[in-house]
Nanobody, 119 residues
Framework: QVQLVESGGGLVQAGGSLRLSCAASGRTFSSYDMGWFRRAPGKEREFVAA????????NLADSVKGRFTITRDNAKNTVYLQMNSLKPEDSAVYYC????????????WGQGTQVTVSS
């Protein structure tokens, strides 16, 4: 069982930056791929970024490439999403997720953290 707690959301002006953190419980954090998703009001949840268990492979949605970076620190059981050059359309609730490495389904989800980008 993995519990995920996101932090770092808030209100920022367009062009600004935020760093989201996701702290995971459990001693097997390093065996999980980690991901970030977001859901804007009235829209479906969408994939933002993912990172493999080792941190050696990352994947970003086209809409955030060049602006967002996903990293992880297995010693701290934490995954990060650095968000730069934020746009109003990035406003959403951001969710951290975990999946057993080698599988496609995301097994565990955090409660989410709100990101609001003002124009």
């Amino acid at each position: 069982q993995v519990q995920l707690v996101e932090s770092g959301g808030g209100l920022v002006q367009a062009g600004g930056s935020l760093r989201l953190s996701c702290a995971a419980s459990g001693r097997t954090f390093s065996s999980y791929d980690m991901g970030w998703f977001r859901r804007a009001p009235g829209k479906e949840r969408e994939f933002v970024a993912a990172i493999s268990w080792s941190g050696g492979t990352t994947n970003l949605a086209d809409s955030v490439k060049g602006r967002f970076t996903i990293t992880r620190d297995n010693a701290k059981n934490t995954v990060y999403l650095q968000m730069n050059s934020l746009k109003p359309e990035d406003s959403a609730v951001y969710y951290c997720a975990a999946r057993t490495s080698g599988f496609t389904g995301w097994n565990y989800w955090g409660q989410g953290t709100q990101v609001t980008v003002s124009s």
